[in-house]
């Protein structure tokens, strides 16, 4: 379990003995995310709730909603899931489970998406410094990601067509 959270083996020990309660909002969500994984949705949910406590006296009820209603380890990234394309919900899961779990497997990935990568890199390149408390910055670059994609694709069309 502490190389799935990243979280020293003492510190497990002394969660799991009661002497000692995670109240870091990374921890919590690195063991909340250890409990998706092993399919434990009620310790899930605990995990949960201690970061809304941990969060509600700093962030707002929607940036709260936004950590805890994610199954990201870094509580920022945001992946768009509401696709009515299974294809292409599995493929956003698979690449969320590889950059959070094995990162060999994510450089792989990342080394073949050609174009999608070239796409996500102009708009990072062009993209102001990160807050990474904000929600809303990774939101606008997935709508810049989006619009450049839409445009470049439809360009490529135009060009296959000619």
């Known amino acids: 379990m502490a190389q799935i959270t990243g979280i020293t083996t003492q510190s497990i020990s002394r969660f799991e003995l ?45 940036e709260i909603e936004t950590i805890t209603g994610r199954q990201s380890i ?3 990234a945001h992946i768009k899931s509401a696709t009515p394309d299974p294809r292409v919900w599995r493929l956003m899961q698979t690449a969320r489970i590889a950059a959070e779990y094995f990162p060999d497997a994510a450089r792989v990935m990342e080394q073949a998406a050609g174009v999608a990568l070239v796409v996500v890199n102009e708009v990072i390149a062009a993209a102001p410094p990160p807050n990474p408390a904000d929600d809303r910055f990774y939101r606008e670059l997935e709508r810049q990601l989006d619009a450049l994609a839409a445009k470049k694709a439809f360009a490529a069309l135009q060009k296959e067509s000619k």
Do not use: C, H, W, Y
């Open 18 to 62: 009661g002497k000692q309660v995670p109240r870091d909002v990374a921890v919590l969500v690195s063991l909340r995310n250890a409990a998706i994984a092993a399919g434990r949705m009620d310790e899930m949910e605990l995990f949960n709730q201690a970061v809304r406590e941990e969060l509600a006296p700093v962030a707002t009820p929607e």
């Open 74 to 76: 870094t509580g920022v």
